[in-house]
């Protein structure tokens, strides 16, 4: 492989590896604040003790974060140094942006956090809990405002500096307000929102079907489940607001995710299809006629660009954006089929002795990080042939000195201490999830914790989950 497409798959492994962990922290932040918020009102302990519970699961996911955060910045030193050149003022301003505003914040609270239960007032304890809730959330603003401004570019002039081109501020504020932030970042928050609630979902879930730490659970439960389902309803709208941003400002973009090839009014709306570049055309496609124009315009009969407007090397990769795209809206929709269940049938109680769905809801932590992986992977691969829109193409963004065998040799490196990071991170996650919350005696550790469980409730006829009835019963 030459050395644009290693580089490439390089940043792939690490952006997608690092983005298993700021959506999560951003949820649990979020579901913490939630917690140690209803306890000060009203004073039960049981708030308490799933707060100091979910703080552990929270530190350990927060420290793999950031350790998998820093290869990703000395990458653009490295691996992209042209680029570094091209938007340094852009992009540096934007990472120091969450240096100062996010990440001190979140560091410097966050002691306070984990080892402040019995330390401070319990009000001070919520103050820092938001705190580095939003330090986490500053985290998204900044890094999504970078990436908008690669996607959408405003704010800036070309200026050339011995010969060398590059796009300084003329306009900080729209560089932050491009014309694809808000929008953007409004969907990377209700996403990390529904991931948070799912992940709380998923063990208060399988506590249940358990039968721990029952009061616990049941409450935490309950709070994730409507926590998630109202983060999974909103996100349908968020997405229709930010797919009318795409096709205004990257047209070809939303072409290759429906696999519109020709410009044409009463463009259909894709369920599924598969795109055929020879024949410029999606066969076997399922669609709605209309709807697309209708999403986009208001009107059945506005025309909607297709591909047939781009040449060739200006197109995105059309299959790869297409399921990517399509692979994200549906996992989005059986989250939000899953979440809305679930609600529906925490009515009166009834989802506690609900076991089918107690186990979806175990399993669907599974669908939240495919759908947050599968949006942010989408909306990269859409952006090709660009790396910036419009002005850097990313052939033309690597670093000329790297020679190909190192970038391999990195790529090799990086894959076994993350395969080692990631089971250090599942193992130890999992020991505190078979732990579970405080509250006394609790009967011993299930052989396997919460991950053998799992996998027993895969199978209705394992011997666990058979002898968990008989002793309901």
Known sequence: MDVVTLSRLQFALTAMFHYLFPPLSIGLGALLVLMEGAYLRTGDKDWERLARFWTKVFAVNFAVGVATGIVMEFQFGTNWSTYSRFVGDVFGSALAAEGIFAFFLESGFLAVLVFGWDRVSKEMH????????????????????????QQTPAGYALVAH???????ITDFWAMVFNPSSVERLVHVLLGAYALGGAFVASVSAFYVLRGRHGALARKSLTLAVLFSAAACLALPLSGDTQARTVARTQPAKLAAFEGLYKTSAHAPLSLIGLPDDARQETRFSVAVPGLLSFLVHGRADAAVTGLDAFPARDRPPVAAS???YHGMVGAGML??????????????GRLFGDRRLLRALVFGVAVAFAANQ???????????????YGLLRTKDAVSRSVPAAYVAASIAMFSVIYALLFAVWVTVLNDKIAHGPDEGP?????????LGAAGE???????SLTQAKEDER
């Open 442 to 450: 609790q009967p011993a550790h299930e052989p396997g914790g919460w």
């Open 335 to 348: 989250l939000a089929a899953l979440f809305a269940a679930a609600a529906w049938r925490l009515r009166g």
């Open 322 to 324: 297409f399921f990517l």
């Open 126 to 149: 919520f103050t820092a809990t938001t705190l580095v809730a939003l330090g986490a959330t500053f985290s998204a603003v900044w890094i999504v405002v970078a990436n908008s401004w």
């Open 162 to 168: 011995g010969g060398v081109v590059r796009a300084e």
């Open 374 to 388: 599968l949006g942010w992977v989408a909306a990269e691969v859409g952006r090709q042939p660009w790396i910036v």
């Open 457 to 463: 409730l895969a199978d209705p006829g394992g011997a």
